[in-house]
């Protein structure tokens, strides 16, 4: 039997034809350009030799991906509760973090997943369609394996080294992110915005001397991102369906704000606003304002944090400068706004902070003095007894945060300030 001849034209129309197909094809990475795991295998291979001295605890918390997830050296003590395990290999794109995902993803059965990948597919020239099929491939892939781990993608970084792949950037976090929302279960963790400055432009302080990657300071931003954006994704739900009023006074912090639950009916003569965020720090207020505080343009803010930066290692000299950069805010874009500052308060359970926490308070009192428009308000020494201990009874059985009656303290000593 003789085959049909096949002539050069009709081998070109088959070519196209075939291409053109299997772009309706399921979709598996690798396919539009070869992919070379193989350069990671000396990384992804000391994982799994660390793995078998000193395992990683099940049902953590894995940060995966590139270079800034590679570099994350202060993620133990930002992520310490969760059980953070870090496994970033720098350079690398979504189809790598696929292809070893069987190796150092689900092995360790997480119970979350950060992922941070897809700026180096864009820099490769990859399109940001394709960035989200890797994306949509990986999530299948893991959630077959494992599907009660919680996916989370961090949106791409822009940064000044590669600011002319910014609109790319741009595209592809937009399509993940609206993927995300359509599958539901998919969290988008969108820290992209928190990066640029007032001219549009990313923040030099943010980045180390190579202008790509992250300084701890950006680090900080992200940290921020991922433990509060659910909470301030709230207060904008809640905003929708009862707006508050403007001109009022905001109460923006830490858990004693959160757990004032009371606040309306102590002040009912002033239209107040609680936006406290618990475990949140003084930075996270920083990050935050445009969300927690801007829309709501308050005549007057009353700001507690402070006291969850101490207990993270942080110096009095760090909760001062954060303290500057909150203000420097206020300043910028609610220019007659006050801002009232609660002290950080004295606590059984912290009590062996007590010295760091003086000094903190002291660094911003005297920020204070310096503006009339700043106030600050010491609920600290109220919350001593005789002995110069903190009372025992306006404590809950934490010993950290307050009962009735350490709020009815706070009641008398902030009321003043806020007329």
């Known amino acids: 039997m003789k085959l049909p001849v096949v002539v050069p034209d009709r081998l070109r129309f088959l070519a196209v034809l075939a291409a053109t197909l299997s772009l309706l094809l399921p979709f598996a990475p690798g396919a539009e350009k070869a992919a070379d795991p193989a350069r990671f295998e000396k990384a992804i291979a000391a994982y799994e030799a660390e793995d078998k001295t000193n395992a990683p ?43 070893f995902a069987d190796r150092v993803v689900i092995p360790y059965a997480p119970k ?49 080294a590669r600011w002319n792949e910014v609109e790319q950037v741009k595209k592809a976090n937009q399509l993940i992110a609206d993927h995300a929302k359509a599958d539901g279960k998919l969290g988008f963790i969108n820290f992209f915005p928190h990066l640029l400055g007032d001219d549009g432009q990313p923040r030099a302080e943010l980045f180390v001397a190579d202008k790509l990657h992250f300084s701890e300071a950006g680090y900080d931003v992200v940290t921020s991102c991922i433990k509060w954006q659910g909470a301030m994704d709230a207060f904008a739900r809640a905003d929708a369906t009862n707006p508050p009023p403007k001109g009022g006074v905001v109460f923006v912090g830490s858990s004693s704000i959160v757990r004032w639950k009371s606040l309306a009916q102590d002040f ?24 927690a505080v801007l829309p709501h343009r308050p005549r007057l803010i009353v700001l507690y944090a402070g006291g969850n930066d101490i207990n993270a290692g942080k110096p009095p000299a760090r909760v001062e400068a954060d303290f500057r950069k909150f203000i420097a805010l206020v300043k910028q874009k609610l220019p007659g706004t006050r801002v009232a500052c609660i002290s950080i308060a004295g606590n059984p359970a912290r009590w062996k902070q007590v010295e760091q926490v003086r ?31 903190p009372k025992p009874d306006i404590f809950v059985a934490d010993k950290l945060h307050m009962n009735e009656k350490g709020y009815a ?8 300030f806020l007329k």
């Open 112 to 160: 979350t997943i950060y992922l941070n990948a897809g700026g180096n597919d864009l820099h490769a020239g990859k399109s940001p369609q394709r960035v989200v099929k890797d994306f949509q491939a990986f999530v299948t892939k893991v959630r077959a394996a494992l599907p009660k781990t919680q996916i989370n993608y961090l949106s791409i970084p822009t940064s000044p």
């Open 57 to 99: 605890p099940k049902d953590g918390t894995l940060f995966y991906g590139a270079s800034n997830i590679r570099l994350w050296k202060s993620l133990p003590q930002r992520f310490g509760k969760q059980k953070p395990v870090n496994r970033g290999f720098g350079g690398s794109q979504l189809s790598d973090c696929f292809h």
């Open 268 to 291: 009912p003569e002033h239209k107040v606003v609680n936006r406290g965020f618990g475990g949140s720090e003084l930075f996270d207020s920083v990050n935050y304002f445009d969300r």
């Open 359 to 389: 000094e903190a308070n002291r660094r911003i009192e005297a920020v204070t003095k310096t503006d009339p428009q700043l106030a600050f308000i010491n609920v600290f020494d109220a919350m001593l007894g005789p002995d110069g201990l």
């Open 409 to 416: 303290i706070w009641k008398e000593v902030v009321g003043p």
